[in-house]
């Protein structure tokens, strides 16, 4: 069965950085769009990120732009997130999911596998 399972969240303060790393199993990795999406305390969900199968093309949500990369291992099935100048606002719950089909998408409907999340708290 198709599993997600993300790692790396811990808590960090202001303007450090942290590596989240999503593991995927049951499916063939290489040929899906991957994004990441997170969820802060009281907030709907929001994605920050998409790659596409080869891991040469990404989008990135205007928030998370020119901090946080995305990036695949597909020989590994691993898909990351280097977040840099981390700030407070970006605490949250981030996930990985899998897209529906080929192609970029910020909607979140167009997803359907997501992990159970891995918690990241920027504070001081």
């Known amino acids: 069965q198709v599993q997600l399972v993300e790692s790396g969240g811990g808590l960090v303060q202001p303007g450090g950085s942290l590596r989240l790393s999503c593991a995927a199993s049951?499916?063939?990795?290489?040929?899906?769009?991957m994004s990441w999406v997170r969820q802060a305390p009281g907030k709907g969900p929001e994605w920050v990120s998409a790659?596409?199968?080869?891991?040469?093309?990404?989008r990135y949500a205007d928030s998370v732009k020119g901090r946080f990369t995305i990036s695949r291992d597909n020989a590994k099935n691993i898909m990351y997130l280097q977040m840099n100048s981390l700030k407070p606002e970006d605490t949250a719950l981030y996930y990985c999911?899998?897209?529906?089909?080929?192609?970029?998408?910020?909607?979140?409907?167009?997803?359907?596998?997501w992990g159970q999340g891995t918690q990241v708290t920027v504070s001081s």
């Open positions: 790659i596409n199968t080869g891991g040469g093309s990404t």
């Open positions: 999911a899998r897209a529906r089909e080929k192609g970029f998408s910020n909607a979140l409907i167009d997803y359907d596998y």
């Open positions: 049951g499916f063939t990795f290489s040929s899906y769009f």
